[in-house]
């Protein structure tokens, strides 16, 4: 009982937040071991009954942080290729440089991504995340290889397919860099998906 002077009262989105970022926090320092509700009330400084009290499950946290920095990486290339110039070509290569710079290569990201996509086969909630956001980022592919399309791009792009092929390429090359960093440079990652 002596641990419960240490929580603070916060408003309810403050505490959801600090809930998913102990959670990421957790899973990229100890990979599945940081599923513990024990481990993630300790780093939000949140007790385990609030936990409860905004998420009915470890499945909905976990779930939430999923699609936290799903969403959250996909607004940062967002927000990236809107800086950029109406030019298509240009949109999609700030897609791939938003993509594979910055806080994805941090490799202890690798280890909340797999604990997620452990979890595909046996949580809906997870599935579903993975799902949605994954048609989010292929949907905002398919818009940039249609408007290369229309842009008179030859040969002409099958958008969906185009997407799901660079998707599939950049994650590849995401993983690799991740298990071994020495195999190929960030930039040559970048330049590699460009010249495709």
Request: glycine share 6%; with cysteine; aromatic share 8%.
């Amino acid at each position: 009982m002596g641990d419960i002077g240490k929580f603070e009262r916060k408003l309810p989105e403050d505490r959801r937040r600090a809930l998913i970022a102990a959670t990421l926090a957790c899973l990229a320092r100890e990979g599945h071991a940081g599923l513990s509700i024990r481990k993630i009330s300790r780093e939000a400084g949140i007790s385990i009954g609030l936990i409860n009290h905004h998420y009915e499950s470890k499945d909905d946290l976990v779930a939430a942080a999923y699609e936290t920095l799903s969403l959250g990486l996909l607004d940062k290339v967002r927000a990236r290729i809107e800086l950029i110039g109406p030019d298509p070509h240009d949109r999609l290569n700030a897609y791939i440089r938003g993509i594979l710079t910055g806080p994805t290569l941090d490799r202890s990201m690798l280890r909340t991504w797999v604990v997620f996509w452990s979890m595909l086969d046996h949580s809906a909630k997870i599935a579903d995340v993975h799902d949605r956001t994954y048609r989010e980022y292929r949907a905002l592919l398919e818009g940039m290889f249609s408007e290369m399309s229309c842009a008179g791009a030859r040969p002409t792009i099958n958008a969906r397919l185009a997407a799901i092929a660079l998707t599939a390429m950049i994650d590849g090359l995401w993983l690799e860099w991740c298990l071994n960093p020495t195999t190929f440079s960030p930039a040559e990652a970048v330049a590699l998906c460009e010249n495709w």
